[in-house]
């Protein structure tokens, strides 16, 4: 079984910046796509970015040129650097992780808990 880590969400002012990480443990023989979800209060979950273990990146059109996703295969880890940010970045940001626990088994979604990102002055 994956588990998923997420830290690094809080409080910041418009226009400042936060650097989210989700790091991936268990049983993991290999990870395919990496990324984040988020969820604003009384909205549905959408999409953010993802990267694959190749480096090839997908992202919103509402983040492009603001949040920069990036993963360290060796790490587990995949982070997301979000700048210029706007109250309404602010939501419960969900770390996604497509693993496999063997060589010759599917690939599994799992879902991290969620961290906080409030952007407010």
């Known amino acids: 079984q994956v588990h998923l880590v997420e830290s690094g969400g809080g409080l910041v002012q418009p226009g400042g910046s936060l650097r989210l990480s989700c790091a991936a443990s268990?049983?993991?023989?290999?990870?395919?796509?990496m990324g984040w979800y988020r969820q604003a209060p009384g909205k549905q979950r959408e999409f953010v970015a993802t990267?694959?273990?190749?480096?090839?990146?997908n992202s919103a059109e509402s983040v492009k040129g603001r949040f920069t996703i990036s993963r360290d295969n060796a790490k587990n880890t995949v982070y997301l650097q979000m700048s210029s940010l706007k109250p309404e970045d602010t939501a419960v940001y969900y770390c996604?992780?497509?693993?496999?626990?063997?060589?010759?088994?599917?690939?599994?979604?799992?879902w991290g808990q969620g961290t906080q990102v409030t952007v407010s002055s």
């Open positions: 996604i992780a497509e693993a496999r626990p063997t060589s010759d088994s599917v690939y599994i979604v799992t």
């Open positions: 268990g049983s993991i023989f290999s990870i395919n796509g």
């Open positions: 990267v694959t273990s190749s480096g090839s990146i």
